[in-house]
């Protein structure tokens, strides 16, 4: 058993930059890979990127690709969302989850372990 718990988030402005975390508790940790999600108003949530257990491979959506960094440490039990150059667009709740499924194109698979709670990411124009 897994559990998230997500930080960060906030208010931006257009061209800055936030960093989202999320402290999963339990030993197992770390033969779990994990991934960063996000929803909008009206959209179906979305998988941008995907980080493996075991090699730590990374996986993103087009859209993000260059912008945004996942990132782990194993021994902090911590997920990491670096965000650059935010755009308006971006504006979502966006979650954590984990998952023992990881497919080597498009990274994290369900069925997913645990969420987080979810944490609210606003980049005004």
């Known amino acids: 058993q897994v559990q998230l718990v997500q930080s960060g988030g906030g208010l931006v402005q257009a061209g800055g930059s936030l960093r989202l975390s999320c402290v999963a508790s339990?030993?197992?940790?770390?033969?779990?890979?994990m991934g960063w999600f996000r929803q909008a108003p009206g959209k179906e949530r979305e998988l941008l990127a995907s980080?493996?257990?075991?090699?730590?491979?990374?996986n993103y959506v087009d859209s993000v690709k260059g912008r945004f960094t996942i990132s782990r440490d194993n021994s902090g039990n911590t997920v990491y969302l670096q965000m650059n150059i935010l755009k308006p667009e971006d504006t979502a709740m966006y979650y954590c989850?984990?998952?023992?499924?990881?497919?080597?194109?498009?990274?994290?698979?369900?069925?997913?372990?645990?969420w987080g709670q979810g944490a609210q990411v606003t980049v005004s124009s």
């Open positions: 339990g030993r197992t940790y770390s033969s779990y890979s």
């Open positions: 980080i493996s257990a075991s090699t730590s491979r990374t």
């Open positions: 989850a984990a998952s023992r499924s990881y497919s080597f194109f498009t990274g994290l698979m369900p069925p997913y372990a645990a």
